[in-house]
């Protein structure tokens, strides 16, 4: 939308060699104050997106280093908005609920007692942005993310990315071991009505009624997401967790809303989703079916020129 050079990108790994060329790009480790000082006056940044987090597997693995990026972290970009009057968009999750929440349509405003590290900083994120918001005047907004399907990366550590994960193992080995049950809803959405929604949010412009919002597209289970992977894959097969033996991610995603209520969403920015189960199911799989044929084709050269 603003052109690439106008777009400061940050990790605290080298990106690709592709992606470095496309645009500015520099090292930021969000526990180091100074650092992010200098990028946000070298490059006259005005508006700040911070995805820095640990997920919430693995935060609940590693619970200090989790409190530590995920709340000292963002209370350094929250402060550096505040001094450098920055707009600040970060998001939550549907893990800042907890299991006391009402499960169903699960509005913004309602009891959030999370149990896991990772649902803990955030709710603790969109309590202090809020602060920020209303005691500084800090433009601080934050959407409340379902489970993200993406066929373009891998699982990165939450529990709804048995939703992602499945895709894989569907094409690649026509199974999938399942570590949570087959009634286990949950509420996702495709990457790019993430994307969307995120920068309506963001770019909206004046201060929006509330700082939280719910966004959201669709919920499913793992055995209706199989059903539907079988109308393209007829021979997929699916397994279960023994019930008297749960993996531990089970009890996550059971303290997390089955569905969401984005209604103020839709009314306040304008938020509407694209992509239901049946269209997020046939591009998941085009993609990854892709992907696997492009390997293919790499390695199949690659044994010609050896053979050669």
């Not at 470095?20 to 100074?34: C, E, I, L, Q, R």
């Not at 992010?36 to 006259?44: K, N, P």
């Not at 009402?102 to 590290?117: E, Q, S």
Request: net charge negative; hydrophobic share 40%.
């Amino acid at each position: 939308m603003y052109g690439n050079e106008n777009v400061v990108a940050s990790d605290i790994r080298k990106a690709p060699e592709d992606f470095m060329a496309s645009g500015p790009f520099v090292y930021a480790d969000v526990m180091n104050y100074a650092l992010l000082e200098r990028i946000v006056v070298d490059w006259r940044i005005d508006w700040v997106v911070h995805y820095s987090a640990l997920l919430s597997a693995v935060a609940e693995k590693n619970p200090a280093l989790a409190l530590s990026v995920n709340m000292t972290g963002f209370q350094n970009v929250l402060e550096l908005a505040k001094i450098h009057r920055l707009r600040m968009y970060s998001p939550s999750t549907i893990g800042a609920f907890g299991p006391s929440t009402p499960k169903d349509n699960t509005p913004d405003m309602t009891i959030m007692r999370p149990n896991t590290i990772y649902g803990i900083t955030k709710l603790h994120n969109e309590l202090l942005g809020e602060y920020y918001r209303e005691k500084f005047g800090v433009d601080f907004r934050s959407a409340r993310y379902p489970g993200i399907l993406s066929a373009d990366t891998p699982p990165g550590g939450g529990t709804t990315d048995y939703a992602v994960d499945i895709f894989h193992h569907a094409i690649r080995n026509g199974h999938y071991d399942c570590f949570l049950s087959k009634d286990t809803r949950l509420p996702m959405m495709y990457l790019s009505d993430c994307i969307k929604g995120t920068v309506d949010h963001l770019t909206y412009p004046t201060p929006l009624p509330q700082s939280v919002y719910n966004i959201a597209a669709v919920s499913f289970t793992p055995e209706e997401l199989a059903i539907e992977i079988r109308k393209h894959l007829p021979n997929f097969t699916i397994s279960y967790p023994d019930a008297a033996r749960p993996d531990f991610r089970q009890a996550i995603a059971d303290s997390w809303p089955a569905s969401l209520d984005d209604s103020m969403a839709r009314r306040d920015f304008g938020w509407k989703e694209e992509f239901d189960l049946q269209k997020m199911v046939k591009l998941m799989l085009d993609k990854i079916q892709a992907q696997v044929d492009a390997e293919k084709k790499s390695v199949g050269s690659t044994t010609a020129e050896m053979a050669a």
